[in-house]
Antibody, heavy 123, light 109 residues
Framework: QVQLVQSEAEVKTPGASVKVSCKTSAYVFSDYYMHWVRQAPGQGLEWLGRLTPDSGATVYAQKFQGRVTMTRDTSTRTVYMDLSSLRSEDTAIYYCAREGVGENPKRYFFDYWGQGTLVTVPS | QTVVTQEPSLTVSPGGTVILTCASSTGAVTSGHHPNWFQQKPGQPPRTLIY???NKHSWTPARYSGSLLGGKAALTLSGVQPEDEAKYYC?????????FGGGTKLTVL
């Protein structure tokens, strides 16, 4: 069955960078977008951006432009999210989430999510 | 900066019907915003219920439905069950960019 398995929790110092991975299996890797979403403690969901696995093209939320980088390794079917210049407000669970696109009519559907990776940045 | 607005909280009795809405600061929500609806319970990742306004996944209970209502996206729960108590988020599409609403805490009481 489709699986998105994320890397383990991380603790980082302010100003450092973190790289979270999302290893996929059991589907055609290039057929689906991969998004990154985060959730700070007790807060709502926040969209960081999207990667197109076959081309590597990215779209980032304006808030994270210049600080986030999304990449992929097609040989291992793994997607990465790198967030730099970390501050305490970046403490959150980071999720990868798969999105498919249907045609006629056009449809965009999120379906599978990773289990989440807690990134902690002490103040 | 685009803002997507949901009711912060709603309460419904078991067996009742409730409508959650999702509004856009840019104007009316249309099918072009491809509204997705997610359910999240404490300690769990979100689960996708509805996509592109009204389409259901295979795992979506029949009591959930999506629509456009009065310029907003809407999620209707009919015949609410105790296990429907959760936080619900909508997500809208803006030309490649996605924006989440702040979420609605649904209490079944």
């Amino acid at each position: 069955q489709v699986q998105l398995v994320q890397s383990e929790a991380e603790v980082k110092t302010p100003g450092a960078s973190v790289k979270v991975s999302c290893k996929t299996s059991a589907y055609v890797f290039s057929d689906y977008y991969m998004h990154w979403v985060r959730q700070a403690p007790g807060q709502g969901l926040e969209w960081l951006g999207r990667l197109t696995p076959d081309s590597g093209a990215t779209v980032y939320a304006q808030k994270f432009q210049g600080r986030v980088t999304m990449t992929r390794d097609t040989s291992t079917r793994t997607v990465y999210m790198d967030l730099s210049s970390l501050r305490s407000e970046d403490t959150a669970i980071y999720y990868c989430a798969r999105e498919g696109v249907g045609e006629n009519p056009k449809r965009y559907f999120f379906d599978y999510w990773g289990q989440g990776t807690l990134v902690t940045v002490p103040s | 900066q685009t803002v997507v607005t949901q009711e912060p909280s709603l309460t419904v009795s078991p067996g009742g019907t409730v409508i959650l809405t999702c509004a856009s600061s840019t104007g009316a929500v249309t099918s072009g915003h491809h509204p997705n609806w997610f359910q999240q319970k404490p300690g769990q990742p979100p689960r996708t219920l509805i996509y592109s306004t009204s389409n259901k996944h295979s795992w979506t209970p029949a009591r959930y439905s999506g629509s456009l209502l009065g310029g907003k996206a809407a999620l209707t729960l009919s015949g609410v069950q105790p296990e429907d108590e959760a936080k619900y988020y909508c997500l809208l599409y803006y030309d490649g960019v996605r924006v989440f609403g702040g979420g609605t805490k649904l209490t079944v009481l």
